[in-house]
């Protein structure tokens, strides 16, 4: 199964709001409301951000927030902050019963 | 504080076999499924398996089924991958991860990752 299809980079000056896409098929992201959405700093490993499509696991910051539109989801950070430089990737259920990851997509925090 | 200790990376030839191990601490490990991920050097994030809190439904990527089997032992509260036939492109960091529901049947969200054992499959 390919992989979820992620914008390679985004970038965003301090404060403003970005948002990164993740698109997959009916047979993943838009069959299943099981949408995760990971931070990886380099060397280090992966952050749960976001799950089930929309939710925060606690000790993340609100401004993190997650969404998902047919067979696209989307993760917004506002008010961006240096620290949220890093890569993000997006994961889903699939029908296939296996988990299938995004290609990454790198933030620049300008 | 939950822990994930990976171990058992290390060079192999192509078509070799190598068994990565995962130690959890720290939380219940018998309760919780358990999923390894890999990332090939300056790579994305690659989901390879994942199995139940009891170890009896294993789920595969399709690039590793048949070549790769995930076991746990929960007396030991550790966590395997055994890899057989190892291809150039299982060359990669491999993480062990906990995932986040107690007692449920979901493969994932994986709320807690080990530091990655590195496997490097070459002649």
């Known amino acids: 199964q390919s992989a979820l299809t992620q914008p390679a980079s985004v970038s965003g000056s301090p404060g403003q709001s970005i948002t990164i896409s993740c698109t997959g098929t009916?047979?993943?992201?838009?069959?299943?409301?099981?949408v995760c959405w990971y931070q990886q700093h380099p060397g280090k490993a992966p952050k749960l951000m976001i799950y089930?499509?929309?939710s925060r696991p606690s000790g993340v910051s609100n401004r993190f927030s997650g969404s998902k539109s047919d067979n696209t989801a989307s993760l917004t950070i506002s008010g961006l902050q240096a620290e949220d430089e890093a890569d993000y990737y997006c994961?889903?259920?699939?029908?296939?019963?296996?988990?299938?990851f995004g290609g990454g997509t790198k933030l620049t925090v300008l | 504080e939950v822990q994930l200790l990976e171990s058992g990376g290390g060079l192999v030839q192509p078509g070799g076999s190598l068994r990565l191990s995962c130690e959890g601490s720290g939380f219940t490990f018998r309760n919780y499924a358990m999923t390894w991920v890999r990332q090939a050097p300056g790579k994305g994030l690659e989901w390879v398996s994942g199995i139940s809190f009891g170890g009896g439904d294993t789920y595969y990527a399709d690039s590793v089924r048949g070549r790769f089997t995930i076991s746990r032992d929960n007396s030991k509260n550790t966590l395997y991958l055994q890899m057989s036939s190892l291809r150039a492109g299982d060359t990669a960091l491999y993480y062990c991860?906990?995932?986040?529901?107690?007692?449920?049947?979901?493969?994932?969200?994986?709320?807690?990752w080990g530091q990655g054992t590195l496997v490097t499959v070459s002649s």
């Open positions: 991860a906990k995932v986040k529901w107690e007692l449920h049947g979901a493969i994932d969200p994986f709320d807690y």
């Open positions: 089930d499509v929309s």
């Open positions: 009916s047979s993943d992201i838009g069959g299943y409301n099981y």
């Open positions: 994961t889903s259920f699939t029908s296939s019963s296996a988990i299938i």
